[in-house]
């Protein structure tokens, strides 16, 4: 299983733009790279998912470097409410990679007024 | 479409006891998953399912159980509950073969 390193944690002032980055250095040719947000007292949410250059949804963009060693979660614009945990996991293959996530301690985004 | 629904949200055990957390999803999915969190902690892999009749070991199985007779439930016992079990227990399910999966409300679990 790949090993992934983040920040513990971030503070930010809403209207920022915020970097997560995340590093998985022993990534495998067949892992992909999900990012997680967790608000308190709740389940975990899916962000965005991609497995190589850069992946864009309506909430964020991921950017993954060609050695894919790392990736950066970019949250545009943040506000109080992205006050939450963020967790990159790293999954090894397709038809294996439900089972084989592991959630790290995540990173701690505290966003100001 | 409900989702993943968990019961019961609260529960607090003496040493000893067992219980069933009762995890349920209508999405069809063949992964299902339980997780434990600990305060502060990332989420660590109890028991995972990959479709009816099929389950395997996560990373901290010891002290639970866990059935799949059908594709919508995938309960979690406790036969001999413990300090060391107190946590938030999240259920999860995903499609198989994507990493997107899509997590309960949880169930707050205090064993006293």
């Known amino acids: 299983l790949a090993k992934t390193t983040q920040p513990i944690s971030m503070d930010s002032y809403e209207g920022q733009e915020v970097n997560i980055t995340c590093s998985h250095n022993n990534i495998a040719t067949n892992d992909y790279i999900t990012w997680y947000q967790q608000f308190p007292s709740q389940g975990p949410r899916f962000i965005i998912q991609g497995y190589k250059t850069k992946v864009t949804n309506e909430v964020a963009s991921l950017f993954i470097p060609a050695d894919r060693k790392s990736s950066t979660l970019s949250l545009p614009r943040v506000s109080l409410s992205d006050t939450a945990v963020y967790y990159c996991l790293v999954g090894g293959g397709i038809m294996e990679y439900g089972n084989k996530l592991v959630f790290g301690a995540g990173t701690i985004l505290r966003v100001k007024s | 479409n409900a989702g993943v629904t968990q019961t019961p949200k609260f529960r607090i055990l003496k040493i000893g006891q067992s219980m069933t957390l009762q995890c349920a999803q209508d999405?069809?999915?063949?992964?299902m998953y339980w997780y434990r969190q600990d305060p502060g902690m990332g989420l660590k892999l109890i028991y995972y399912s990959v479709g009816a009749g099929i389950t395997d070991k996560g990373e901290v199985p010891n002290g639970y159980n866990v059935s799949r007779s059908t594709t919508e439930d995938f309960p979690l016992r406790l036969e001999l509950a413990a300090p060391s079990q107190t946590s938030v227990y999240f259920c999860?399910?995903?499609?198989?073969?994507?990493?997107?999966?899509?997590f309960g409300p949880g169930t707050r679990l205090t064993v006293l």
């Open positions: 999405m069809n999915h063949n992964y």
């Open positions: 999860a399910s995903s499609y198989s073969g994507t990493g997107l999966k899509y």
